[in-house]
């Protein structure tokens, strides 16, 4: 697919499983697992998809996954699975290496969005994944990370702390063009400051949902996580994006949906749904 200057490569960085009750917060098992079976620890599988852009002389990747920092008991917790797929792999599939992404754009700082931004080094020592990228983070966010009282099990100081000792981290302040093609759009709902991205040009635009639609399953607005900080504003700032996604006739790109990797928006007699969806980019 190409938008714009940016030609775009899906870029899988593994998968993980999460609790699925956590997942889709109020909604009743029986309902939920139709979409998406839980396994016996009642985790639901969950893609890494991050994306790359490629194009106006850069190599932007929006989000990196967990990276491979994790010990046996955290991936045990976590289901934490690359086998299949991982993030330099995946890279290097698309013909890229890590020294020649440019930008990094997180749009969230949980570890399964921002985990690939650090390795850690035989002797123990962390370093930034990505040497010369700038990395693109909402200020409001990046402040709230270090202050949440309620999210502290999911900003961890080995993802963090390498990047503001790099010189490499650049907050941005709000919605607008964070680069040339590319624009946030700010929400509050999961966590303070999550960004979503929006690719565009005069005949197309796709966003990068991450948390705020982790799967097409969530699509619909009452199906909100329990992880969420304000699942109120979630509610609401879902809605609001969603009819302005069928109004303009959006193209979503699901991080975390194992099987559907874009679709369109639709506003049924039984609410939004999901049109056209694709495993992957190209249709």
């Known amino acids: 697919m190409k938008i714009g200057d940016y030609?775009?490569?899906e870029i899988h960085a593994g998968r993980l499983g999460l609790d699925g009750g956590a997942m889709f917060g109020i909604i009743p098992k029986p309902l939920w697992e139709r979409r998406i079976p839980a396994d016996g620890r009642n985790r639901i599988p969950l893609a890494m998809r991050c994306l790359l852009l490629e194009g106006d002389g850069r190599l932007v990747l929006i989000d990196n996954g967990v990276g491979d920092k994790y010990d046996a008991k955290?991936?045990?917790i976590y289901a934490v699975d690359q086998e299949s797929s991982e993030l330099h792999r995946s890279l290097a599939m698309a013909g890229f290496g890590a020294d020649e992404i440019t930008d990094v754009i997180l749009t969230?700082?949980?570890f399964d969005h921002c985990g690939g931004s650090t390795v850690r080094d035989a002797d123990g020592s962390l370093r930034v994944a990505f040497p010369n990228a700038t990395f693109?983070?909402?200020r409001d966010h990046w402040d709230w990370a270090h202050r949440s009282p309620r999210e502290g099990a999911?900003?961890?100081s080995e993802n963090l702390d390498p990047?503001?000792?790099s010189g490499q981290l650049q907050l941005v302040d709000g919605p607008g063009e964070v680069l040339p093609g590319i624009e946030a759009l700010v929400m509050n709902g999961h966590t303070q400051g999550q960004q979503l991205l929006k690719i565009s040009d005069a005949e197309q635009t796709l966003i990068f949902v991450a948390d705020l639609i982790p799967t097409a399953a969530h699509i619909p607005p009452i199906w909100v996580m329990a992880y969420d900080i304000a699942p109120l504003d979630t509610l609401a700032e879902k809605t609001s994006f969603l009819e302005e996604a069928v109004q303009r006739e959006w193209l979503l790109f699901f991080e975390h949906d194992t099987?559907?990797?874009t679709a369109g928006i639709r506003k049924g007699t039984r609410g939004f749904e999901a049109i056209d969806p694709s495993g992957n980019l190209g249709g």
Do not use: K
């Open 154 to 156: 999911s900003f961890l």
């Open 108 to 110: 969230h700082l949980h």
């Open 74 to 76: 955290f991936g045990d």
């Open 7 to 9: 030609t775009l490569h």
């Open 136 to 138: 693109h983070v909402q």
């Open 259 to 261: 099987e559907v990797a």
């Open 163 to 165: 990047l503001e000792a």
